[in-house]
């Protein structure tokens, strides 16, 4: 059942509920919401293929921009809205943003971009409040279109960018479709049953930014099949088991950091939350550490699913809770593409030999405006395609990740590779988060240095962080290889995250290699 089906069937059946604000968006109101926008975009002049940008948290407003541009045919870019105003303003630039939509939560960084962004055409705010210079309000453009379909209608897609983590972000194009717009994306129609489990009506909880990919796509695809979609302006593990009780949640898409919160709560409120309708629980985006993911199985029950992937959209892999007991660690089997492992000199590994991850089959992306890049990350027939993970294949075709290409470290020659470390030190009973990178070494060139997050002590006593560090220390040569075991830690409040859940690591290389 397509979600235009139901803006004419059932129109006051509720598309959207915010979880902070109780607001409430129904099919039919945004039908008319959407069309009016794209209506807009068609009297500014956009065509199929052209390009808009949304600089906006998670709010109605975003959904409805996001669904006007589906149905003109854009290539639109969510913008991480955590982003300053020169950050925010090279990706709009670069993805040559014809209109920039912004709302009210942004509107301190938004009011900087006209300045620097001058080929942007139109600039609009959804707010109730004062309208910065150069902006106009969202509610005043749209108010004299109609509400009815705009005639040439097309498929749009996100172009999103990369998070950065090792450098300029960069923008991920995929052909457009040039199919009806009222039809998913083909890719979104697998993607929903095979990887996110969904089915017609269901009721999506939605924790994570609507600029990211998984966020993005899991709301598309739930919108599309008729089902309602709580959206959380921003994680709370206690406020997100209400949220399952509350509405009857039966499917959500998480990140590992996400669930590590969860496993924290005291006891009590977990065992007093009703996550009956519980159907799948899916996660991806990041490692995830094996004490969370056996905890939350234990806790839920084999409804807990994973997937790996890329923005991309290159290749995936997806596992079940069943496939992950038994052979813990794998991130699964492919759905999408064919594995294939390559050493350094491009040739084919063996099972069990650790190596460059490569999808065939399924490479129908470039990244925008950047042909060295897109030809580095394939081969020259355009057949298989990397995105610069490290990882093997077991003798049941399963795939393990060891880690990133950006993130290796080279110590006197030798490769190691940081997420073996990580997933080690996630195992101890102290540490809370844990990111391990490359510091400066005069000898080796570089050295592993571990940064971690401590759990609170008992009673709130203060850690002895000398004593910690040994103890972490010694944990990993009883499990590591020399050349593995963290010359030293370092502690730190919290371990610095993207809101996505991914490691930032960049924040952390520049913070040890920023004097060499």
Not at 36 to 42: C, E, I, Q, T
Not at 349 to 375: H, I, M, S
Request: charged fraction near 20%; include cysteine; glycine fraction near 10%.
């Amino acid at each position: 059942m397509f979600a235009r089906t139901v803006a004419e069937t059932d129109p006051d059946r509720v598309a959207f509920v915010m979880a902070a604000s109780g607001e409430r968006l129904t099919f039919g109101e945004f039908e008319a919401a959407a069309n009016r926008l794209a209506h807009l975009f068609r009297d500014q002049g956009l065509a199929e293929g052209d390009h808009a940008a949304f600089l906006m948290t998670n709010s109605p407003g975003v959904l409805v921009a996001y669904g006007a541009a589906e149905r003109t045919g854009l290539q639109y870019t969510p913008v991480d809205f955590h982003l300053t105003a020169d950050e925010a303003a090279y990706i709009v630039n670069d993805c040559a943003a014809r209109v920039v939509i912004v709302n009210a939560d942004v509107a301190a960084v938004a009011a900087a971009l006209p300045a620097r962004c001058p080929k942007v055409e139109r600039w609009l705010i959804d707010t109730t409040a004062e309208v910065p210079a150069g902006f106009e309000r969202l509610a005043d453009a749209v108010a004299g279109h109609p509400s009815d379909p705009v005639p040439d209608e097309r498929l749009g897609i996100a172009m999103m960018y990369s998070s950065g983590t090792t450098g300029r972000p960069k923008g991920i194009m995929r052909p457009l479709p040039g199919i009806d717009a009222a039809l998913p994306l083909p890719v979104y129609a697998m993607v929903g049953e095979v990887v996110y489990r969904m089915r017609e009506g269901l009721t999506l909880l939605q924790p994570g930014p609507l600029y990211h990919a998984g966020p993005q796509s899991s709301t598309s695809i739930a919108f599309r099949l008729g089902g309602t979609t709580v959206v959380m302006d921003r994680f709370d593990a206690r406020r997100y088991l209400e949220l399952v009780g509350e509405y009857g949640v039966t499917h959500s898409v998480v990140v590992p950091t996400m669930m590590s919160r969860l496993l924290a709560l005291p006891s009590d409120v977990r065992r007093s939350a009703s996550l009956g309708s519980f159907e799948a629980l899916v996660h991806g985006a990041a490692p995830c550490p094996a004490n969370v993911k056996r905890g939350m199985i234990d806790w839920l029950g084999p409804i807990v699913y994973e997937y790996y992937g890329a923005t991309e959209a290159n290749g995936g892999t997806t596992v079940d809770s069943h496939e992950w007991l038994a052979r813990p660690g794998t991130v699964g089997r492919p759905y999408m593409g064919e594995i294939v492992i390559r050493g350094e000199d491009g040739a084919e590994l063996p099972v069990g030999t650790p190596g460059q991850v490569w999808f065939r089959g399924n490479t129908n992306f470039v990244y925008w405006a950047d042909e060295e890049k897109t030809a580095s990350n394939r081969d020259p027939d355009g057949s298989t395609s990397t995105t610069g993970d490290i990882g093997y294949v077991d003798e049941d075709g399963y795939l393990y990740l060891t880690d990133r290409t950006a993130f290796t470290i080279i110590s006197g020659g030798v490769n190691v590779y940081p997420q073996e470390i990580e997933t080690v030190l996630h195992e101890h009973p102290e540490v809370a988060d844990v990111a391990v990178l490359a510091a400066p070494n005069a000898d080796l060139g570089e050295e592993v240095k571990a940064v971690v997050s401590l759990r609170p002590g008992p009673a709130g006593e203060p850690v002895d962080v000398e004593a910690a560090e040994q103890r972490l220390i010694d944990y990993c040569r009883g499990r590591l290889s020399r050349i593995k075991v963290p010359r030293s830690v370092d502690f730190v409040a919290e371990v610095p995250r993207l809101a996505t859940g991914k490691l930032n690591k960049r924040l952390l290389h520049d913070r040890y290699w920023k004097k060499v």
